[in-house]
């Protein structure tokens, strides 16, 4: 399944981004999506995930509280709404489905398909 992100970007600390994940194939409403960020030298991280048909969302405690997860079933697309940013979020994002699964997890493990990811960069 192919997945595209897009809405990263340059920003100050205490700025905002939107994050989306599109994509042409499928019905969004169909699958888990788990939004993961990596930084230089840093492992992936689990940040965020909706299940499909919305069942459950979670947010990894780094986020939680000023990233908000969205889906958007008509368009074919979730997005990552970022408020509050520091420059402790500066990483490469990534968006990633998943079928087989119920609800969602912040597991990178269960998620079977991923886009290339979109660049978010904090800086004073």
């Known amino acids: 399944v192919p997945l595209v992100e897009s809405g990263g970007g340059l920003v100050h600390p205490g700025g905002s981004l939107r994050l989306s994940c599109a994509t042409s194939?499928?019905?969004?409403?169909?699958?888990?999506l788990g939004w993961f960020r990596q930084a230089p030298g840093k492992e992936r991280e689990g940040i965020s995930c909706?299940?499909?048909?919305?069942?459950?969302?979670h947010y990894a405690a780094s986020v939680k509280g000023r990233f908000t997860i969205s889906r958007d079933t008509a368009k074919n697309m979730v997005h990552l709404q970022m408020n509050s940013l520091t420059p402790e979020d500066t990483a490469l994002y990534y968006c990633a489905t998943a079928l087989q699964l119920d609800g969602c997890s912040l597991d990178a493990g269960n998620y079977d398909d991923w886009g290339q990811g979109t660049q978010v960069t904090v800086f004073s």
């Open positions: 194939t499928f019905t969004a409403d169909y699958y888990a």
């Open positions: 909706i299940g499909r048909q919305n069942t459950g969302k």
